[in-house]
């Protein structure tokens, strides 16, 4: 979640860098700001820039850490002379960490049934399609089945009120520069949008996390098929 998270943020400042780009370039074409002030708006930048390259260390760090499970296993097979049951293990083991990494979902049998489900319907989904519904899949009679309970929408309403909260805070900030500007500074302008386009950033990351009812039907449809496939 954390290394998520991680490039989540760093994407998001990336977004942020070019937006303020074409930002800066429509300001100077409309006399908003002069060439000398761009120039130290640019110099201030490079702080932004050493900040995201300390991000980028620490989640390298992190993903270093999260592999060396792998890498251990792996060193294992080159390392020894392991009999064939040993191989078989460790080989199992490095496919369900790696199949969790895809799907999302830890329980081996699921993440079995949902890429034979994904290798049927590649043309239709992604192969991190099922992460979304993760938290909301399970198993009866054999087959995997989708389970709208409460909680799937409790989750989802979270995620619709966290979107709207971060947008609406966005409008909100951005409104303060165009209704007040001549009660702050240009340099307070700056850092109200830049605010702003955050707070926007966040609130689409949200609205994409949120579980839309034609993904609903989408997933339905391929549960459906497996059914039949049984029947069959």
Do not use: H
């Amino acid at each position: 979640m954390f290394l998520y998270g991680g490039n989540f943020i760093v994407e998001i400042i990336g977004e942020l860098i070019n937006i303020l780009n074409k930002w800066l370039s429509i300001s100077v074409d409309k006399g908003i700001f002069q060439i000398k002030q761009v120039v130290i708006i640019v110099f201030l930048a490079v702080p932004l820039g050493v900040v995201i390259w300390k991000i980028r260390g620490v989640i390298n760090f992190f993903n270093e850490v999260k592999n060396s499970r792998l890498n251990e296993l792996q060193r294992i097979l080159n390392s020894y002379k392991l009999s064939s049951e040993m191989i078989f293990l460790i080989e199992e083991d490095i496919m369900r960490i790696i199949n969790y990494r895809v799907t999302g979902i830890s329980n081996v049998f699921i993440q079995k049934k949902i890429l034979q489900l994904f290798g049927k319907n590649k043309n239709l989904i992604s192969a991190d399609f099922f992460k979304k519904f993760r938290p909301f899949l399970q198993i009866e009679n054999d087959v995997v089945v989708f389970k709208k309970g409460i909680y799937f929408w409790f989750d989802n309403s979270m995620y619709i009120l966290f979107a709207l909260q971060l947008f609406l805070t966005a409008i909100f900030i951005l409104s303060i520069p165009i209704y007040k500007s001549t009660d702050i500074s240009d340099w307070e302008s700056l850092v109200l949008c830049l605010m702003s386009i955050v707070m926007f950033l966040f609130s689409i990351g949200f609205w994409r996390m949120i579980t839309k009812p034609a993904e609903c039907k989408l997933l339905e449809k391929i549960l459906q098929s497996q059914e039949t496939n049984d029947s069959e």
